[in-house]
């Protein structure tokens, strides 16, 4: 699976909108949207922020 798939499936898991995980990560909702679309893939930073997110709601990686 792609990083734009994987970005769209924890967020579907999450039940979080572009916006609501571009705030909990520290990122812009246009970054997000980059992810999304495939433009662009998350710097090392913004993967372990989201690496922690899928731990802190049991979202094992395997899943995604």
């Given at each position: 699976?792609?990083?734009?798939?994987?970005?769209?499936?924890?967020?579907?898991?999450?039940?979080?909108s572009?916006?609501?995980?571009?705030?909990?990560?520290?990122?812009?909702?246009?970054?997000?949207?980059?992810?999304?679309?495939?433009?662009?893939?998350?710097?090392?930073?913004?993967?372990?922020?989201?690496?922690r997110?899928c731990?802190?709601?049991?979202?094992?990686?395997?899943?995604?």
């Amino acid at each position: 699976m792609n990083y734009c798939d994987k970005i769209k499936h924890i967020r579907n898991k999450l039940i979080f909108s572009q916006q609501m995980l571009a705030d909990k990560i520290g990122v812009s909702f246009a970054t997000v949207n980059r992810w999304e679309k495939g433009k662009t893939i998350p710097n090392y930073e913004a993967r372990r922020k989201i690496e922690r997110l899928c731990a802190e709601n049991n979202i094992t990686m395997e899943e995604v």
